[in-house]
């Protein structure tokens, strides 16, 4: 309901002087036929506005994303192995692995430990291999 339907402007009557007469409603105007709403105009600077918002909203993922993949991981408990003449990458992490783990998994994480191109050894070097297991 609108403010003018629930307390009517109220004119008073014109009449001799001295009487009093009860005061009559204003009529408001006829209500204007409903008319379509306008289509959005979006100006330059609105545009502007909303790339903007737009690389914001991107960037906030993207450097959201790389904080999420650059999380410390544990640290892993290592000890050292010396490398005996005919030892092999594959035998150091048949021996180091976990029942039931992939030995292909942790000859890919000695190299990554070690710090190894490839997988070939020397007899007498000295490896990193990972503690406990």
């Not at 050292?80 to 994480?109: F, K, M």
């Amino acid at each position: 309901m609108s403010a003018i339907a629930a307390h009517p402007r109220v004119a008073p009557s014109i009449g001799p002087r001295g009487a009093r007469t009860a005061p009559a409603p204003v009529r408001a105007r006829p209500a204007a036929a409903a008319e379509a709403p306008a289509r959005l105009h979006l100006t330059r600077r609105g545009r502007v506005v909303l790339v903007l918002l737009a690389l914001l909203v991107v960037a906030a993922g993207v450097m959201g994303g790389r904080a999420v993949a650059d999380a410390p991981q544990r640290a892993t408990e290592v000890t050292t192995h010396a490398v005996v003449a005919g030892e092999t990458l594959w035998q150091i992490a048949s021996d180091v692995a976990v029942p039931g783990e992939d030995v292909r998994d942790v000859v890919a994480q000695l190299r990554d430990l070690n710090g190894m191109a490839d997988s070939s050894l020397i007899a007498g070097q000295v490896l990193l291999v990972p503690a406990g297991s």
